[in-house]
């Protein structure tokens, strides 16, 4: 099979399983289920626009790749630390 191939079926088994996560964002019993489900979610699509970057040829779609995993990360520490504090910013007076 040639790369053309390839990228198809990985793309719908991208696509498969960014469906599956999303129900799991929707219906996840848990709140930490829940951001679980969606940082799984941001991934996949990270990776989906790097598949269809190669099969289009696309350099931009390389560069909305890195901006996505940028703010997934950031996303990521800024759900973390809500969930472990109940805040995100730390108030200078109660150091």
């Given at each position: 099979?040639?790369?053309?191939?390839?990228?198809?079926?990985?793309?719908?088994?991208?696509?498969?399983?960014?469906?599956?996560?999303?129900?799991?964002?929707?219906?996840?019993?848990?709140?930490p289920d829940?951001?679980?489900?969606?940082?799984?979610?941001?991934?996949?699509?990270?990776?989906?626009?790097?598949?269809?970057?190669m099969k289009?040829?696309?350099?931009?779609?390389?560069?909305?790749?890195?901006?996505?995993?940028?703010?997934?990360?950031?996303?990521?520490?800024?759900?973390?630390?809500?969930?472990?504090?109940?805040?995100?910013?730390?108030?200078?007076?109660?150091?």
């Amino acid at each position: 099979m040639t790369l053309e191939i390839y990228l198809d079926v990985c793309i719908v088994v991208l696509t498969l399983s960014i469906v599956a996560a999303a129900v799991r964002v929707l219906l996840g019993p848990t709140l930490p289920d829940r951001v679980v489900a969606a940082d799984a979610v941001a991934t996949h699509v990270i990776a989906l626009s790097v598949l269809v970057a190669m099969k289009l040829e696309s350099v931009t779609l390389f560069d909305i790749a890195l901006a996505l995993a940028i703010l997934s990360f950031l996303t990521a520490v800024v759900v973390g630390k809500y969930l472990e504090k109940g805040h995100v910013i730390d108030d200078i007076v109660h150091r």
